[in-house]
């Protein structure tokens, strides 16, 4: 007669149920008919970072949704790999594939063109402002890096309406 064993689990938790202190993980097995093995895995530290890494990204998400104006980023031919909004009428990830310069006045491409040459060249961030293609709003736009372990991998753009910081100036 032979008996077919299922490999159990269970966490146990100690201090708050929702967030304990320490989370062990606990597997049964079977070694033969009248022998059980158990493993025992202090889980806490694995399950910290992996609340933490879910908790980050959400905030990210959060941040970005959040912030004024437009944000996007780039890969280093320009073309944007995320956005946070687009204009009305448009979605953001309509805007994936196209080219930051498609979101700038056709009189600021130039202008764009030499800013990101000089955040390649120096990597350091630079800012200018431009008015709006189809309106009377003035825009800054920020251009930043965007590094991987040191190498520029892209760039952020921050396209923010500072058409009152205009006016009370003018």
């Known amino acids: 007669h032979r008996t077919q064993h299922r490999r159990g689990g269970c966490e146990i938790g100690f201090g708050d149920s929702q967030e304990p202190d320490m989370l062990l993980v606990a597997e049964a097995f079977p070694i033969r008919d009248d022998l059980v093995g158990l493993t025992i895995e202090d889980a806490t530290e694995r399950v910290w970072l992996q609340s933490t890494f879910e908790q980050s990204e959400e905030l990210w998400r959060c941040m970005l949704e959040s912030a004024p104006g437009y944000v996007f980023a780039t890969d280093l031919d320009g073309r944007i790999i995320l956005a946070n909004r687009a204009p009305a009428g448009q979605m953001a990830t309509a805007l994936v594939g196209k080219s930051i310069e498609d979101m700038m006045p056709t009189s600021a491409r130039s202008t764009l063109q030499d800013k990101l040459q000089l955040v390649r060249d120096d990597g350091c961030a630079v800012a200018f402002d431009t008015l709006g293609q189809s309106s009377a709003k003035w825009y800054r736009i920020g ?16 396209m923010t309406d500072v058409t009152a910081q205009k006016d009370t100036e003018a």
């Open 143 to 158: 251009l930043a890096p965007m590094l991987r372990a040191g190498a520029l991998i892209g760039y952020v753009v921050l």
